[in-house]
């Protein structure tokens, strides 16, 4: 039998097992010109050279600095342009933070290629506050549902994945799964459910999201949040702990690994059929 067949006529409530801990590095750089009198106030970021932090910040190795610059902002815009003329890629996220933010200098910054330009003297609420619209923006959060297959399906908001089994009728129906299985999920009757903590869950809507196509490991740390301090391998090991946590399933094989470039999520949908929200869908149909 099928991994993915329940004998259950009622749902199946899993858990994946609890997650590590690891001491990684830090996603978020701090630089710090000479021209600045103080430093911005975030301990949840890494203070860093500027040279070693557009490295970091071109491999993909932290996705967002904040830089801290006086009234003379030529070292900060000069920096900025050498992060943002690089081929190809996605550009990081970067925040200026300037003794005045009605100063030229803060318009030069922006003309640079900075995101945004906060007061030096910002509090981490608000830095942090600000961080999190840079990261909605180049990594959308979990809304709503997403019908990764006839029978499967995760909750944005629930953080939950549904597997439906359909009955005989169900899948001799021409309109395959997208009926029968929001019948399933009215009733769950037949359905099995997998809760996921945040981090594994967004970072299996990130790639059911785009299914098919391989994500590189910078782009699921962003999506994953990843916290200060993490581990180069944080990703390849999360990555393992979905697996796990879908193996009960049978879903293991669907997260593929693309050695030396990322992971993907196999597509099994029919060709030519998106993978898309199942609340859009049932719009269409309407």
């Not at 999506?223 to 990703?235: L, S």
């Not at 049978?250 to 059929?273: E, F």
Request: net charge positive; charged share 20%.
């Amino acid at each position: 039998m099928n991994d993915r067949d329940s004998g259950s006529a009622h749902a199946t409530i899993l858990r994946p097992p609890h997650p590590m801990n690891h001491t990684v590095k830090h996603a978020v750089l701090r630089v710090r010109f000479a021209s600045a009198t103080a430093d911005c106030d975030d301990t949840n970021s890494q203070p860093i050279a500027p040279g070693e932090a557009l490295l970091r910040l071109r491999e993909g190795d932290a996705w967002a600095a904040l830089l801290s610059s006086g009234h003379d902002v030529r070292e900060l815009t000069d920096w900025l342009m050498l992060l943002r003329h690089q081929p190809g890629g996605r550009l990081p996220g970067v925040l200026a933070l300037l003794p005045d933010v009605a100063d030229p200098g803060a318009l030069a910054a922006l003309r640079a290629g900075a995101d945004a330009v906060l007061h030096l003297g910002s509090t981490a609420a608000l830095i942090r506050a600000q961080l999190g619209r840079l990261r909605e923006r180049v990594a959308p959060q979990p809304d709503g549902w997403l019908q990764l297959d006839d029978d499967l399906a995760l909750d944005g908001q629930a953080r939950r994945l549904y597997l439906s089994a359909p009955t005989r009728a169900q899948a001799d129906s021409p309109r395959g799964g997208q009926g029968h299985f929001g019948a399933a999920l009215q009733s769950l009757e037949g359905t099995q459910t997998l809760a996921l903590p945040p981090q594994l869950f967004h970072l299996l809507w990130t790639l059911a999201a785009q299914a098919g196509h391989v994500l590189g490991p910078q782009a699921l740390r962003l999506a994953m949040d990843i916290p200060a301090r993490a581990q180069a391998d944080t990703v390849h090991t999360a990555v393992g702990r979905l697996r796990r946590a879908l193996r009960p399933l049978g879903l293991h094989n669907h997260v593929q690994t693309v050695h030396g470039v990322g992971y993907r999520w196999h597509r099994t949908l029919s060709p030519g059929q998106t993978t898309t929200s199942v609340d859009n869908a049932a719009q269409r149909q309407t």
